[in-house]
């Protein structure tokens, strides 16, 4: 038997309720593969913050240095600003465990409906890699003459070689497992113009060591028009912090699974666990009524089964996700059904 | 008769093909509605950068401060890092006449097919309002370490209350004058900390001066995600410079429109001329061939005389493109059709 420790934060809103249809999706794989699962779970999250004025306990991450993986629900809530519940929680997981890629799939899977006329499975299959701890989000900056008619506030992007480096490899290392072995960069260097002039000269740099490797780089505006025109010229798009988050989530938009889509915060060396999230967040409307989908928690916890070396039940949990969606008796509301969470999620673990 | 003295910088590549078929029409138009068009030409540009080693003379600009309007093609070629073209030509023009609004219209034109399924013209017509002065786009930043493993960039992204407060109450005012009088604000402040939040309380206070006015805001990710989703929603946007570069790339691709998508550099105070130029670059793959496509060219013209207060100019303009847009044998091939750039041009001006 194969034995995983898994950290568990559902965090906010319907967090809580996909969560534990993705543990119990696992649970189901595990059987079948035989993983035998400890899950540890934790309440972090804006109640904990109403509670104890912080997001989660001072060296709160010291008890998952050693877990496998963290599996996440959503983080934020309503009442308690973005920028507090994000960077006390989300952010400082990714950072302190040096999860420094965010990986995250766009598919069409069979069975869902893209926005896009006239396109199937088949013309939208790509990755995009962001860089997940630097660049455009950073603590550094501030503001002056608060308050009055002079009031500026700066913020301070920083892109460091190594930081861009490592999630460069990690783009082309990735475009070599693939079919059609071609990496895409986003850059914006006609307009921001100190670091992403940066960012191609390392771009340009890496390449010299992928010569098996196609590439192309488009700025950042142009290139969210060619998602929409020409999805299927993608194969692994590579992304600041930033610019990675706008792609992966209009990625996703054009492939029409906006509200399923998985993401895999990565430690490559592995020195510090990885996190499983989904993209979608805590929706405070449909909280609390059993109705959210389940599927984007599900498919984070296939992308968290591949990167624990578990290939084939990862595998396993996608096509019974593609079985699933396929019946409109078990999808829930946002796809056309009438199916509530745990019943869409029973309904994926039973086909495993 | 009204007289009008514009400055025409046709720039680079397909910019020196276009700019000719927008004057053509501003011509027609004039004849048509009494209007005098004196236009004084420049060939700044790469070439001009290749004999001069920079862009425009010094104070160039100066000889333009009393003009009536800035109409340009295109700048960038590849010989020339885009960051030295466009810091060279583009930005300053942008910055030292103060045109501190980038107006772009989104628009499904008849005639036209949108990307995406199911949509027509009634349900995308919209306006971005992008912040055009300050904000990402900024010569604050620099190397340290530059060469070594050390190395690192960083760019300063400044927002001023000033700046910010003024493109916000643009976008506000033109929200009064459309049916549907709804601002919508591009935001990242979960994760740009310093900067986004400051725009977001700056939006939050505009808001209070204009109770008419119904307003919503998302984050940059997920309203990229929108565009694509519901771009019905919509009816005026307002983002940073950054944030509206990228909406009004990515509104036109959803549209159908992206080139032939016009836009208006605009002092609103008319204490400098504003500038009217086409979304599209100089294209250098079809450059030199008389097939690029005029229209964006044409749209920036109607922009322009209705800046300089000939709506009913602008209309017929507009009409007229229409008209020969639904007429194959005018179309250039980009749309489908065989017409060169002149023949396309011509076929506007001859219906005014
Ligand atoms: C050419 C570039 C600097 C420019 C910009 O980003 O402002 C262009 O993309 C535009 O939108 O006008
Ligand atoms: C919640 C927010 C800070 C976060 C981000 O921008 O990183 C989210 O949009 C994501 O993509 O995971």
């Known amino acids: 038997t194969n034995r995983l420790k898994i950290a568990t934060i559902p965090g906010d809103g319907i967090g809580r309720e996909v969560v534990p249809e993705g543990m119990r999706v696992l649970e189901a794989v595990g059987r079948r593969f035989d993983i035998a699962f400890q899950f540890d779970e934790v309440d972090w999250s804006c109640d904990y913050y109403k509670k104890h004025g912080r997001m989660m306990p001072e060296n709160g991450l010291d008890q998952f240095r050693?877990?496998?993986?963290?599996?996440?629900?959503?983080?934020?809530?309503?009442?308690?600003?973005?920028?507090?519940?994000?960077?006390?929680?989300?952010?400082?997981?990714?950072?302190?465990?040096?999860?420094?890629?965010?990986?995250?799939?766009?598919?069409?899977?069979?069975?869902?409906?893209?926005p896009l006329a006239n396109r199937g499975p088949e013309d939208i299959d790509f990755y995009v890699v962001r860089e997940n701890v630097e660049g455009e989000y950073s603590e550094a900056g501030g503001r002056l003459y608060r308050g009055t008619e002079n009031e500026l506030a700066i913020q301070e992007s920083i892109f460091t070689r190594r930081g861009v480096d490592r999630v460069l490899r990690y783009a082309f290392?990735?475009?070599?497992?693939?079919?059609?072995?071609?990496?895409t960069s986003a850059t914006k260097?006609?307009?921001?113009?100190?670091?992403?002039?940066?960012?191609?000269?390392r771009f340009a740099a890496m390449k010299a060591d992928y010569p098996d490797i196609a590439t192309s780089q488009y700025h950042i505006d142009i290139l969210c028009a060619h998602f929409v025109q020409h999805p299927d010229w993608f194969d692994v798009v590579v992304g600041s912090n930033l610019f990675g988050d706008i792609l992966s989530d209009l990625g996703p938009a054009v492939a029409g699974s906006i509200g399923i889509a998985p993401s895999a915060n990565i430690n490559p060396e592995g020195d510090f666990p990885s996190m499983f999230e989904p993209?979608?967040?805590?929706?405070?409307?449909?909280?609390?009524?059993?109705?959210?989908?389940?599927?984007?928690?599900?498919?984070?916890?296939?992308?968290?089964?591949?990167?624990?070396?578990?290939?084939?039940?990862?595998?396993?949990?996608?096509?019974?996700?593609?079985?699933?969606?396929?019946?409109?008796?078990?999808?829930?509301?946002?796809?056309?059904?009438?199916?509530?969470?745990?019943?869409?999620?029973?309904?994926?673990?039973?086909?495993?």
């Open 66 to 114: 050693q877990h496998d993986a963290v599996f996440l629900g959503a983080v934020g809530w309503p009442e308690v600003p973005d920028h507090v519940s994000l960077w006390g929680l989300l952010i400082p997981i990714r950072r302190d465990f040096n999860q420094y890629v965010n990986l995250r799939p766009v598919r069409l899977l069979k069975g869902t409906t893209s």
């Open 173 to 183: 290392e990735l475009a070599r497992t693939r079919p059609r072995k071609q990496v």
């Open 279 to 352: 993209v979608h967040g805590s929706a405070p409307d449909i909280a609390g009524k059993g109705i959210a989908n389940p599927i984007g928690q599900i498919w984070s916890a296939a992308m968290m089964l591949e990167h624990l070396g578990h290939k084939d039940a990862a595998d396993a949990v996608i096509a019974a996700m593609e079985t699933v969606i396929a019946d409109p008796a078990s999808r829930t509301r946002d796809m056309g059904g009438k199916a509530g969470t745990a019943e869409c999620g029973e309904a994926i673990a039973s086909v495993i």
């Open 189 to 201: 260097s006609n307009g921001i113009i100190h670091t992403m002039p940066f960012w191609d000269e």
